[in-house]
């Protein structure tokens, strides 16, 4: 199956300033690629996502980029704010099928 | 639209006993459901895929016999753990996929199980 690395694992910055998570994968057939941000004992909440036939995607404070030749892929969050902090995902799937996630990031945003 | 709702949202039961998990698609038909396990601050470990009306397939290093999954019908699957062993107490979260072949998933609220 596909297997997604993450990085950081624990991210903190000062508030206003931009945070950068980076993933790998390891199937070439993926082809497509969402962030999920998860606050203590509540579910996965969706953010960004990007296919494999666009290199970016931005909403607002947040982008996702994706490198197909290199298979990484990475969340951008520009001006971040307290309530930013969560653990974010990564994950993987081919046509939407089978998920598979990355170890997440705790980001802490200080005020 | 695409609301995933999962119950229990936590249960304690004793070691030995089975515990059922329900996972329910509200406002779409899911033919696929996928359940998850988390352990504290980890992640999402894919378990098995849930197909209705046929067998789920597990991944590697799953027992099936231990975690029973049933797709009665497009909008339920069941996830049993039998003989629950306090190894087994961890963080279960299901996931569908909204209607339509390319939806994004989305995550029922999870259950914390416990075993005693």
């Known amino acids: 199956g596909e297997n997604v690395e993450q990085h950081p694992s624990t ?3 000062q508030e206003g300033d931009s945070a950068v998570i980076k993933c790998t994968y390891s199937d070439s057939a993926s ?3 969402p962030w999920y941000k998860q606050e203590l004992g ?3 909440q969706l953010i960004i996502d990007i296919r494999s036939n666009v290199g970016e995607k931005k909403d607002q404070r947040i982008a996702v ?3 197909k030749t290199a298979k990484h892929f990475s969340l951008h969050i520009t001006e971040t704010q307290p309530e930013d902090s969560a653990v974010y995902f990564c994950a993987g799937a081919k046509n939407f099928n089978k998920f598979y996630f990355g170890s997440g990031t705790k980001l802490n945003v200080k005020p | 639209g695409a609301v995933v709702s999962q119950h229990p949202s936590w249960v304690i039961c004793k070691s030995g006993t089975s515990v059922k998990i329900e996972c329910r698609s509200l406002d779409f038909q899911a033919t ?3 359940w998850y396990r988390q352990f504290p601050k980890q992640s999402l470990m894919l378990m098995a895929t849930s197909n209705e009306g046929s067998k789920a397939t597990y991944e590697q290093g799953v027992e099936k016999d231990k975690f029973l999954i049933n797709h009665a019908s497009l909008t339920l699957s069941t996830l049993t753990v039998t003989s629950a062993h306090p190894e087994d107490s961890s963080f279960y979260i299901c996931s ?8 994004p998933l989305h ?3 999870g259950t914390r ?3 005693t």
């Open chain 1, 11 to 13: 991210l903190s910055v």
């Open chain 1, 31 to 33: 082809n497509y690629f």
């Open chain 1, 42 to 44: 509540k579910r996965p």
């Open chain 1, 65 to 67: 980029t994706l490198n």
């Open chain 2, 32 to 34: 696929t459901m996928f």
């Open chain 2, 96 to 103: 569908a996929s909204g209607q339509g072949s390319n939806s």
């Open chain 2, 107 to 109: 995550f029922g609220n």
């Open chain 2, 113 to 115: 199980l416990t075993v």
